[in-house]
């Protein structure tokens, strides 16, 4: 896909997540938001993966470790083929196969169950290890909150993983300065992120989490260090791109109502 199409799918998809949590009445929208450009270019453009063959030992991983954002996920996997987009309208529902959070023996696509805070990364680094154990050339890709970081388990993985010399293990940290209780910055504060993992010997770059080309280029330039973990610090907005949502912590987990369902519909009007 073109970088345009791209961005425009990431729009569809932020569109399905504001859509299908007000049809469940619970959920996290404004987590989906900050990582929605990142999946987009994962699941359309980067990823190696066989929807019809869901357990593909060939295809590449993702784990959404800050698994609370699974709606924006679960969009990109009915859009992707995984299952029909109607699945959506079951998000969290007893009848459905969409968990409130991700759980890999339900869903089709899933490749761990997360939100669990904390365990994505080790996760990810027991996947990588792995698929290189068994000759199978793939990456493993993970999606870790800034929040989520304050977890120690996070550090105990990026303490092994260079060590291990994890080359297909990319990390990425959706920085967007909020957590559940507040600003990151103001609470257990991990800035400057960078700074340590660097400090771990990951091999380290800064984007802006929510241009297409800056993330599909620092994906490149990770595959092209092979004996080296990457982590990929994204600068991101929660809620971008929902005029209400955007950096209002308030919508870290609320419904929106049939009218901010259209107000959302609007503002993405033409950029879908
Ligand atoms: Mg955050």
């Keep these: 896909m073109t970088d345009k199409e791209l961005m425009r799918m990431a729009n569809r998809l932020r569109l399905d997540v504001v859509e299908t949590v007000h049809t469940a009445?619970?959920?996290?929208?404004g987590p989906c938001m900050s990582v929605a450009d990142l999946?987009?270019?994962?699941?359309?453009d980067e990823m190696k993966i066989d929807p019809a063959n869901p357990g593909w030992q060939e295809r590449?991983?993702?784990?959404l470790s800050k698994g609370h954002a699974c709606p924006i996920l679960y969009a990109a996997l009915a859009r992707r083929g995984y299952f029909e987009p109607e699945e959506l309208k079951k998000l969290r529902s007893l009848e459905g196969m969409l968990q409130g959070h991700p759980d890999m023996q339900?869903?089709?696509?899933?490749?761990?169950?997360?939100?669990?805070?904390?365990?994505?990364v080790a996760i990810g680094l027991g996947m990588a290890l792995g698929l290189r154990m068994q000759k199978v050339e793939s990456y493993v890709?993970?999606?870790?909150?800034?929040?989520?970081?304050?977890?120690?388990?996070?550090?105990?993985?990026?303490?092994?993983?260079?060590q291990q010399k994890a080359g297909n293990l990319i990390v990425f940290g959706d920085c967007n300065n909020e957590q559940s209780g507040g600003r990151?910055?103001?609470?257990?504060s991990l800035y400057p992120v960078a700074d340590k993992w660097e400090s771990f010997h990951w091999h380290v770059q800064?984007?802006?989490?929510?241009?297409?080309?800056?993330?599909?280029?620092?994906?490149?330039?990770?595959?092209?260090?092979?004996?080296?973990?990457?982590?990929?610090?994204m600068k991101t907005i929660k809620g971008k791109n929902i005029p209400y949502m955007e950096d209002?912590?308030?919508?870290?987990?609320?419904?929106?109502?049939a009218e901010e369902v259209e107000i959302a519909r609007r503002a993405l009007e033409g950029r879908i």
């Design 25 to 29: 009445g619970d959920g996290h929208p």
């Design 141 to 162: 890709y993970v999606a870790v909150g800034d929040g989520e970081m304050d977890e120690g388990v996070v550090w105990e993985a990026a303490m092994a993983a260079p």
């Design 60 to 63: 590449d991983r993702f784990i």
């Design 39 to 44: 999946i987009a270019v994962l699941y359309f």
């Design 106 to 120: 339900k869903t089709p696509g899933i490749d761990s169950v997360s939100g669990s805070l904390g365990n994505g």
């Design 206 to 233: 800064t984007i802006d989490g929510h241009d297409i080309g800056q993330i599909k280029e620092a994906i490149r330039r990770a595959k092209g260090v092979k004996d080296c973990p990457s982590f990929i610090e």
């Design 248 to 257: 209002n912590n308030a919508w870290h987990k609320k419904t929106p109502t």
């Design 184 to 188: 990151c910055t103001e609470l257990t």
